[in-house]
């Protein structure tokens, strides 16, 4: 795995051993961040289920303000930690090792979001108790943007009772990328 463009380009990344993350492939990142890179700049980035780190340092590199970090297992964070100081994005990044949802009600009041990126472990439903925290939530603004990489079964059709509106789908061979934003934003002519 390693980062794409930015200031890190071409940096290797370390990831766990094992089963216990499942880092998204660099292909799949690339197309992410296709989508979304050029809104990177100056921006306040979430990573959620972060794994080994690689979408929020690939946020980092591409110019994002700050990037938060949020994974339970220590040894996924030991490895986020040493990725970013390897990478030279520590400065800029604030690593969380708890439960997603301790760490969204700590951040509570603290921060706004403009990305939430979420990666959880497929098809246990934690995407939606996320979603459920996020519609009455401050950390994010009208138009933040939701990115929630799932399994291609996943069920969204419960956003809409959320205050939420799937914006946009990008499916892959095995899993998809659903981008969400809240619904119902007034334009402004």
């Known amino acids: 795995m390693r980062v794409i463009a930015g200031s890190a380009k071409r940096l290797r990344l370390k990831t766990l ?25 100056d921006c306040m980035f979430l990573d959620l289920f972060s794994g080994s780190g690689g979408i929020g340092i690939e946020a980092l590199s591409r110019g994002a303000k700050e990037a938060v970090f949020v994974e339970n297992n220590p040894k996924a964070m030991a490895c986020i ?14 690593t969380m090792t708890r ?20 990666d959880p472990p497929y098809d246990r439903g934690l995407e939606k108790s996320v979603l459920e925290y996020l519609a009455d939530s401050e950390l ?18 419960y956003v809409e009772k959320l205050g939420f509106e799937v914006t946009r ?17 007034e334009e402004i002519c």
């Open 169 to 185: 789908e990008k499916l892959y061979k095995t899993n998809k990328h659903v981008f969400l934003e809240r619904s119902g934003k």
């Open 140 to 157: 994010i603004y009208e138009d933040t943007v939701i990115i929630v990489e799932a399994s291609k079964e996943t069920d969204f059709s």
């Open 17 to 41: 051993e094992g089963l216990d993350t499942r880092p998204t492939t660099d292909r799949i990142k690339e197309t992410l961040f296709n989508m979304i890179g050029p809104s990177m700049y």
């Open 81 to 94: 930690k040493e990725n970013l100081k390897f990478t030279h994005l520590d400065a800029k990044a604030l």
């Open 99 to 118: 439960d997603v949802m301790n760490a969204l009600y700590q951040l509570e009041g603290e921060k706004v979001f403009d990305f939430v990126f979420m």
